[in-house]
């Protein structure tokens, strides 16, 4: 993780997601396993306010997560400092996060995001992306993991979900390269189309 403060919190959560959550994770094999492995966007649906902590937990190199602001609450703030979550005010005006995601890819650093934009929608369907994923994964052309998320807690409530107990899983369905030729837009279009024919999980439109 690069230092031993965001090393030792690493750990911790491995052990935490492991013990409350119950993790199991697949597809591990595709993760790099540099600690630095330079420009990528983690891109994973969004079920719980626990799912960064689940992802985090099989990856060595430190993800930047976009959060909503709403969800930094002050009990977690050694987390928040750690880890250097970027707060996003999700009104559709929140350049300054944007251009923060953008500066950290193009220094070589990972960038999690979850493109459904919100936990509301139900799950085990696959809410419409974000257009911003692509443009960002076209305008820096970082790679992509992409993750899935099943089985986390049902409380969407961030404090009282990191102890409510599950059975979670978490799938690495492939480490991709997009081809310069691609735009923002049939990025996000290929990375939903990629992402129901591996969950099998329907598009909601």
Known sequence: ?????????????????????????????????????????????HQSPVDPLLIQSQCRFKIRWLMASEYMVESLSLIWELSEAIPVNRDGQDSFALRTALRHLKSGGVIGLFPEGRIEGGREAIQPFNEGAGAM?????????????????????IEDSMFERSHSIVRFIDFISFPESMNGEEITSALRERFAEETGWPLVD
């Open 1 to 45: 993780m690069g230092d031993g403060r965001t090393a030792a919190i690493w750990y911790f959560n491995l052990i935490y997601v492991r013990i409350v959550h119950r993790l199991k994770a697949f597809g591990i094999e595709c993760i790099p396993q540099s600690v630095y492995p330079g420009p990528i966007v983690v891109v994973a649906n």
């Open 137 to 157: 994964i076209a305008k820096t052309r970082a790679k992509v993991l992409l993750a899935a998320v099943d089985g986390t807690p049902l409380n969407d409530d």
